[in-house]
DNA sequence: GTGGTCTAGACCACT
DNA sequence: GTGGTCTAGACCACC
């Protein structure tokens, strides 16, 4: 019951965010099925070594999106039917993400070539978490 | 003696840093020469009406990094030979970056192709300055 | 949680400078361990009697060099791993360092036994840390 | 008529006591006899390119202290006793520069033996203003 | 509680 | 005029 998750202490984005979004990016690869248990706030507290309080809001917000559910007395779990991101908003973020990267990009006195390979091999090499689930599943299947 | 410039108050990422990315930035497209003058704390500070203390920790730190020059008691420059990033270091940005917005992307729930034309689009972006240089250039050859 | 520092707030060097400064020194001697806390902010500001601020841009130069880490909302410590200074660099700062030193002495019209002297009188000076360090170390084993 | 003198326009120590400090040096080492002239303050201040003021702001200090003297519509010359620098002065001067030296060594980490290896090459090393005198007076003695 | 950011305003030395 | 330093005080997000 131990999620693949690391988190920074230090500076940007707040603990609270990385967690939030890193079990949506478990669950966006398939790390996480649609109705499978994730840890309790104080197991994954003492697991990132964070304070339980910054689980809980992750968790809270996880729960106020409606990706994940809690049965009370039982534990927490991922939805049945997570909740897709209106298209407006994927697209806004994905547009967001592209400038910074860009801006990046050029201050660091790449070219437009040097970029969009840099980019594309971003893309191309499979998560870890990916192949790390692959594996997983091959050894129980 | 105006730079082309703007910040956005309402923080994420601090005005300090907006302004010394800016800087870099236009130094990094040519907008701004080696030698060339920049606007002095208190110009540039009206400029964007941002606290003057605000601009002076922008240019303190491309001070500090070499990337601009202090005379004293006469104004502030761009070093005549801005310090080259390591190569090594350099690639290592753009990875990281790159790896940044893949994850961004896909949380987002892009496929491979909408993220590659979203960095597209951002690339081809930013060149408002660019331009704005070029004509110059051709109206006072 | 109070540091062997202490500030003379006349100027020269800068009041930040001098805590940047110190803190190293503090190090470098071994009186600040790696991993363990340095006063907040705040503390250090009342203790030292000087501004919030000034700590705070004492402090941040050090995280962006890496001798710092900040853990949010938590408090600052010394980094498990303080950078290392390049060795090439870490010579050349004292080539500069002692020829700046050789100028003010032959400008103060000492002779060669006299400047060694005076060196020698500096460097077995500063050791009120390091004896405050040991002396704690055998009360409390 | 020009003077072997080299001054940093960014930052500490202010380039009017670099003017200075560096004419008291070329004093100290013989590189300037006493009742040598020295180049007028336009002629410095164009060679060194700072601003007269500054170079006027040195020479006035230096005649205040019977360094220099003017001869009225002549021009200025080493005095032919320069003034000596109180015995307790000199000490306390080469005092604080050991001082500065033990800091900065121990912060670059170095040990006692190579900080005072550092100082005795840098005092053993002739200046490169002695030298050239040497060599100059080979070529017209 | 922690650090981070910003403003407003003052004072300083240097050119 | 220039940049550099410092204070006082406010507000924010985070843990």
Redesign the pocket.
């Known amino acids: 019951m131990t999620l693949r998750l690391r988190?920074d202490?230090s500076?940007e984005?707040?603990?609270?965010?990385?967690i939030e979004d890193g079990v949506r990016h478990l669950i966006a690869i398939g790390a996480l099925a649609p109705g499978a248990p994730v840890p309790s706030v104080r197991a994954l507290a003492t697991d990132l070594v964070?304070?339980p309080?910054?689980v809980a809001?992750a968790y809270q917000r996880l729960t106020d999106a409606g990706v994940l559910v809690v049965r009370r007395g039982d534990g927490t779990y991922v939805a049945e039917k997570p909740p897709v991101v209106p298209r407006a908003e994927r697209t806004r973020t994905l547009r967001e993400a592209a400038h910074r990267f860009a801006v990046a990009a050029v201050n660091a006195g790449a070219t437009r070539e040097e970029a969009l390979a840099a980019v594309e091999q971003a893309l191309d090499q499979p998560s870890r978490e990916k192949r790390a689930k692959e594996h997983e599943e091959r050894r129980t299947p």
Request: hydrophobic residues 35%; aromatic residues 8%; proline residues 21%.
């Open positions: 988190v202490p500076s984005p707040p603990i609270w965010r990385q964070v304070n309080a910054t809001r």
